[in-house]
């Protein structure tokens, strides 16, 4: 596969993404970025419970 037929073909997939939009209606940011702040606020605690001699 060339340089020029990759280009190409990844023109054609972005054009497609076009029509969509790349959001879903069922995806709130709001909640998937709460979720993932909590669970990276959960795996910070778990670590420091194991890092008491620091």
Not at 5 to 28: D, K, M, P, R
Not at 36 to 49: E, H, P, Q
């Amino acid at each position: 596969m060339s340089f020029h037929s990759a280009a190409a073909q990844l023109v054609t997939l972005a054009a497609e993404g076009e029509e969509h939009g790349g959001n879903h209606e069922s995806i709130n940011p709001l909640v998937t970025g709460g979720g993932a702040f909590l669970a990276l606020m959960l795996l910070l605690w778990i670590t420091t419970r194991f890092n008491r001699d620091r």
